[in-house]
């Protein structure tokens, strides 16, 4: 009977067995650096947490100063340390990913890891999402890298997916938000679809990871506690929503842009002027909000003042707190800080939600700030599911999922071309 076997039966069975093998293999490799990255991040955390949470228990002038001080230390650390090492994380993902040749050496992670902790500990205006990604992305990348041949399969991209999923998944205790991220962002209007399983599977074990040494209470849970079904007349809304957070988006992006090439002035000069602008920033948020609302990566301005007002901001003055946090994202990337911008982004969104809330449905902030998030975020970084399943998975409420998809939709359209990062790519073009 086996003589009777066709022959492409045996190689097609053959064929299929190295595939099982493959894939296993994978999973495994996958959960191995999720669990890596998890612990990383978590370490990571900790100590930014500690060092902030000392800034804001600071004597006033203290705290006025402090970013100005991180921003010092990270300049030094990525000169002096890093070898000349940009202040470059998630960007570093992308290059890696369409690029086989380009690699994300150990002495940049440790320069840009530590220039993080210096940066966001002091209190600047980025988030601590950024460097997550870029280290669970090298953790995987260098991992990849150091497997005998036959373990490394015929994509190299296929850990560093993974470590970056892992990463984003641990960070924001959204293990669907990670894996989605992770494959959308390298591309505008597409995703990574070979990379699905190592993704899904690190994100699960990074975010297992993470959890166990922490918490699973989802970041922006507070405050969304008044949060209904929505009603058609939303829809609506949404639709607003989105092309306000795009416009928004497109000139953040720009101020964002900009601030990455200031960066690259004379060390001096870009240090004074970015300190000087920190230290009014922060005292100019505290004399509109009573909140030194300028500092840290932005969750503040939820819990802390955006969602304790039910009952109505000024215009004026969310303008007001929306122009603070975006300056002060972007005098932190012009000295050189390092951190990510998709909280600032959230942050960004969240504003310009409310802010239209109080025009046309003052009744309802609580749902058109987490539309907002959705659509700036969707539209400053193009990944319009990831943005969505952030906001379902942090807060905790999914049912607002519908007319956020319509200003998530929204927002990609008015958009355009514009991306808050240079190194994303058509589909079709690796």
């Given at each position: 009977m ?40 978590r370490?990571f ?10 800034v ?22 990525l000169?002096?340390?890093g ?5 470059s ?29 210096a ?23 260098m ?5 005998p041949?036959p ?75 008044t ?10 809304g ?16 720009k ?12 060390m ?9 602008s920190?230290v ?16 840290g ?66 009744d ?12 700036f ?29 319509f ?8 958009m ?12 079709g073009?690796?």
């Amino acid at each position: 009977m086996r003589a009777m076997r066709p022959e492409s039966f045996e190689v097609r069975r053959d064929e299929l067995r190295q595939l099982v093998r493959r894939s296993r293999e994978v999973v495994l490799l996958a959960a191995i650096t999720g669990i890596i990255t998890g612990l990383a991040v978590r370490g990571f955390e900790l100590l930014v947490d500690e060092a902030f949470h000392a800034v804001l228990e600071a004597p006033l002038w203290l705290a006025a100063i402090s970013p100005a001080i991180g921003l010092i230390a990270s300049a030094l650390i990525l000169r002096y340390v890093g070898g000349g090492a940009s202040s470059s994380t998630s960007d570093e993902y992308l290059r890696a990913f369409h690029d086989p040749a380009f690699r994300m050496r150990p002495r940049y992670l440790g320069a840009r890891i530590a220039a993080a902790v210096a940066t966001l500990g002091s209190g600047g205006a980025l988030g601590l999402e950024g460097p997550s990604l870029y280290g669970g992305s090298a953790i995987g990348d260098m991992l990849q890298r150091r497997l005998p041949r036959p373990f490394r399969g015929s994509d190299h991209r296929t850990l560093l997916v993974a470590g970056a999923a892992a990463g984003v998944a641990a960070i924001f205790k959204a293990p669907a938000t990670g894996a989605i991220f992770a494959l959308e962002v390298p591309y505008r209007d597409d995703m990574a679809r070979r990379m699905l399983l190592p993704a899904l599977v690190a994100a699960a074990t990074g975010y297992l990871t993470f959890v166990t040494l922490a918490d699973t209470t989802p970041l922006l849970s507070f405050g969304t506690s008044t949060l209904g079904n929505f009603e058609l007349i939303d829809l609506l809304g949404a639709l607003l929503v989105g092309a306000a957070c795009a416009i928004g988006a497109r000139a953040f992006s720009k101020m964002m842009r900009i601030a990455k090439g200031f960066s690259l002035r004379a060390m001096p000069l870009r240090l004074v002027l970015s300190s000087a602008s920190l230290v009014g920033l922060f005292f100019l948020s505290r004399a509109l909000t009573g909140l030194p609302l300028s500092l840290g990566a932005g969750y503040e301005v939820f819990r802390d003042w955006l969602f304790l007002e039910p009952d109505g901001l000024a215009l004026w003055l969310i303008a007001a707190v929306f122009v603070i946090r975006c300056l002060a994202s972007a005098m932190t990337t012009a000295g050189s800080g390092v951190g990510g911008v998709f909280i600032p982004l959230v942050v960004g969104g969240g504003l310009t939600g409310r802010f239209i809330a109080e025009v046309i449905h003052p009744d309802r902030t609580s749902l058109y700030t987490l539309l907002g998030i959705a659509a700036f975020l969707g539209a400053g970084y193009r990944v319009p599911l990831a943005a969505v399943m952030f906001v379902a998975e942090t807060t905790g409420k999914p049912n607002f999922v519908v007319p956020a998809l319509f200003a998530a939709v929204a927002a990609e359209l008015v958009m355009g071309d514009q991306s808050i990062t240079a190194f994303q790519r058509r589909p079709g073009t690796d």
